[in-house]
């Protein structure tokens, strides 16, 4: 339940800068809404004793919930359109009802994503920095001071809370931690309309993802496995890698992949 520390600073600083701001509310609610949602499974894991956590119907149900009042608040209370611009060609693809649809797989896609990542230490705290400190920066460069000082604030926490998660780890973010990551990042995606950007952004939570989809896919339908471990950080370490090295390449590909996003939308 570590990721308690960098929720509660995030909570604080963004709420002593923008109090009344209707865009960093709205991602902090739906940050710690998910945040919510992992302690109730952190807390049957640990304090109750069920090894499963919360049923994985009803964490999705809370999810989608939670995606479904973000979608709202986009289209209804901002008045945005409903669509997608597509990064480097800015090319603009309407969607209609079925964004609601697309914020939905987007913020559970990306919470569940980080969650997958959290398997080292320092690893998906790392990560969500570079992600989160990359978006900090696009949304000044924007003009959306509110989402700059959520994503500033949402870095910050990630920054001080390295300094017990790196290995090696005195403290464990879990579940509360994990999946409010993800949810605040694909909150920022959201609301500032830049949503497939965050596939570039958060390239490393994607490619995580995208290792544990191909290992399932090839095992069923070939009964091989691609990688010897997945998600695909556990990979490098089967390999040899110490647990150090591997962590410090996933954080120059999270650095990377800032710095493509920011190529791509400036």
Same mark, same amino acid.
């Given at each position: 339940?570590?990721?308690?520390?960098?929720?509660?600073?995030?909570?604080?600083?963004?709420?002593?800068?923008?109090?009344?701001?209707?865009?960093?509310?709205?991602?902090?609610?739906?940050?710690?809404?998910?945040?919510?949602?992992?302690?109730?499974?952190?807390?049957?894991?640990?304090?109750?004793?069920?090894?499963?956590?919360?049923?994985?119907?009803?964490?999705?149900?809370?999810?989608?919930?939670?995606?479904?009042?973000?979608?709202?608040?986009?289209?209804?209370?901002?008045?945005?359109?409903?669509?997608?611009?597509?990064?480097?060609?800015?090319?603009?693809?309407?969607?209609?009802?079925?964004?609601?649809?697309?914020?939905?797989? $987007?913020? $559970?896609?990306?919470?569940?994503?980080?969650?997958?990542?959290?398997?080292?230490?320092?690893?998906?705290?790392?990560?969500?920095?570079?992600?989160?400190?990359?978006?900090?920066?696009?949304?000044?460069?924007?003009?959306?001071?509110?989402?700059?000082?959520?994503?500033?604030?949402?870095?910050?926490?990630?920054?001080?809370?390295?300094?017990?998660?790196?290995?090696?780890?005195?403290?464990?973010?879990?579940?509360?931690?994990?999946?409010?990551?993800?949810?605040?990042?694909?909150?920022?995606?959201?609301?500032?309309?830049?949503?497939?950007?965050?596939?570039?952004?958060?390239?490393?939570?994607?490619?995580?993802?995208?290792?544990?989809?191909?290992?399932?896919?090839?095992?069923?339908?070939?009964?091989?496995?691609?990688?010897?471990?997945?998600?695909?950080?556990?990979?490098?370490?089967?390999?040899?890698?110490?647990?150090?090295?591997?962590?410090?390449?996933?954080?120059?590909?999270?650095?990377?992949?800032?710095?493509?996003?920011?190529?791509?939308?400036?």
């Amino acid at each position: 339940m570590g990721g308690i520390m960098f929720l509660l600073s995030t909570t604080v600083a963004t709420l002593s800068v923008a109090p009344a701001a209707t865009l960093a509310g709205t991602a902090l609610l739906v940050t710690l809404g998910h945040g919510l949602i992992g302690f109730a499974d952190d807390f049957f894991k640990i304090v109750l004793r069920r090894p499963l956590g919360l049923k994985a119907r009803h964490k999705l149900l809370g999810q989608a919930l939670l995606g479904i009042v973000l979608a709202i608040t986009v289209a209804t209370y901002l008045g945005r359109e409903t669509e997608l611009t597509i990064p480097f060609w800015e090319t603009v693809i309407p969607l209609g009802t079925f964004y609601y649809f697309f914020v939905v797989l $987007m913020v $559970m896609g990306l919470s569940n994503a980080v969650n997958l990542t959290d398997g080292l230490d320092g690893l998906a705290a790392g990560a969500a920095f570079f992600a989160a400190l990359t978006y900090a920066v696009l949304m000044a460069w924007q003009g959306h001071n509110e989402l700059a000082i959520f994503a500033a604030a949402l870095a910050g926490g990630c920054l001080g809370f390295l300094g017990f998660n790196r290995h090696p780890a005195k403290v464990f973010m879990g579940d509360t931690g994990s999946l409010a990551l993800g949810a605040g990042l694909a909150a920022l995606a959201v609301l500032s309309g830049t949503e497939l950007l965050m596939l570039i952004v958060g390239g490393v939570f994607v490619v995580e993802t995208v290792s544990v989809i191909i290992q399932v896919l090839s095992f069923r339908l070939t009964g091989r496995r691609v990688f010897r471990m997945s998600p695909l950080h556990h990979h490098f370490e089967l390999t040899g890698w110490p647990e150090t090295k591997v962590v410090r390449a996933f954080w120059l590909w999270g650095i990377g992949f800032g710095l493509a996003g920011l190529a791509a939308y400036i």
